[in-house]
């Protein structure tokens, strides 16, 4: 009998298959161990990470001399105190950082392969990788609210789903690097106010954790919707394009199209850094839940056949793979006993008031 389990992978196990570059793909059997359950925060960080954020004024946090500070944007408006933090503005309006942002996203040329995001440590917006310094804002340079660090890249090379490189895909491996669990990238969207963001699970960390994949940056968690009630998370940060990993270990980049809902009758395939591309799913049931020790998921929609999903799948797109394109239906939270349990994308869209990226 197959063990019931969320799908983020360990530490440890994460190395181990991610060394065994050409290994069988695991089917989600019985032999496999099942993930620790998250480490819980406890007080006022606890009902933060229970919450969602308000994003139009919560930049990050970070510890200062053992105390816990929040960045906040620079008239962003009134922030709901945390007790146990200290609030201390950013640099940045919003619109500042957007311009940021924008004019780092026009840096990039043929040759360019970076990543750029906000760390609230240094209230600056960090670079990392192989880009044109003369093409960077000069002004923001200057000032210090754009730092680079000096890469040699490489990203472009070895391109997989193990070693994404902006902009960055659905379906790639991502690793928590304040537990070293590894999960998957989901599906890449657009917020309502044009943020991108990119959906995985939220099992796969807490508010605050940065996630890599290979040597880029991935993003901060900087949503998570009263977990376990919706086990969807919103990493922020990165830089995010339209694109999937499907096919094997090595992948196939597919361009993304839009969103719609799970529904009986029609086939499904799955993205996973464990399982890869899996097709031949079918919906079981549109009304299903998943308990475990973290608690109970409802809302869910299950689904049957081909390959199931195994540790370290989490967060993964699930698509139709159809005319050259992978259309986004879903993301995956869990398998028992062979049935895939994923949240619908009508779920996705409403918890984040977002569109996929296109």
């Known amino acids: 009998m197959s063990i019931s389990r969320r799908l983020a992978l360990p530490a ?33 960080l606890a009902e933060e990470a229970t919450r969602p954020l308000p994003e139009q004024a919560q ?87 754009v730092r680079v660090t000096a890469t040699t890249g490489g990203q472009r090379v070895g391109l997989d789903r193990y070693h994404d490189a902006p902009p960055l895909r659905g379906g790639a491996a991502i690793y928590n690097q304040a537990n070293g669990a590894r999960c998957t990238s989901g599906i890449p969207v657009r917020l309502a106010n044009g943020t991108r963001g990119m959906v995985t699970a939220a099992h796969c960390g807490l508010i605050g954790d940065r ?20 086990d969807l998370a919103l990493l922020t940060g990165g830089t995010y394009g339209s694109q999937y990993w499907m096919g094997g270990r090595t992948g196939v980049r597919v361009p993304g199209g839009s969103a719609y809902t799970l529904r009986p009758g029609v086939g499904y395939c799955t993205s996973g850094s464990t399982t890869y591309e899996q097709c031949g799913k079918q919906v079981v049931s549109t009304y299903a839940s998943f308990c475990d020790a973290s ?24 698509v139709i793979h159809s005319g050259g394109k992978a259309w986004p239906r879903g993301v995956i939270i869990a398998v028992n006993n062979g049935v895939t349990y994923a949240h619908n994308w009508p779920t996705v869209a409403a918890l984040f008031g977002a569109t996929p990226i296109t």
Do not use: N
Not at 211 to 230: D, H, Q, Y
């Open 12 to 44: 440890a196990a994460a190395i181990a298959v991610a060394l065994a570059a050409g290994a069988a793909p695991a089917s989600g059997s019985s032999a496999a161990t099942p993930p620790p359950a998250p480490t819980r925060l406890t007080g006022a």
């Open 59 to 145: 930049l990050g946090t970070y510890t200062a001399k053992g105390a816990t500070m929040r960045r906040v944007f620079k008239g962003g408006g009134r922030v709901a105190a945390l007790k146990g933090t200290r609030d201390v503005p950013s640099r940045f309006s919003r619109a500042e950082l957007a311009r940021v942002q924008a004019a780092l996203s026009a840096a990039r040329t043929s040759s360019s392969a970076y990543g750029f995001y906000y760390d609230p440590a240094s209230d600056s917006v960090h670079v990392d990788g192989r880009v044109d310094r003369a093409r960077l804002p000069k002004r923001d340079l200057a000032s210090g609210a």
């Open 211 to 230: 996630f890599v994949t290979g040597t880029a940056f991935e993003g901060v968690l900087t949503r998570r919707p009263s977990f376990p009630k919706w």
């Open 295 to 318: 608690g109970c998921t409802p809302g869910l929609v299950t689904l049957k056949g081909g390959v199931a999903p195994g540790p370290g799948d989490s967060g993964g797109p699930v």
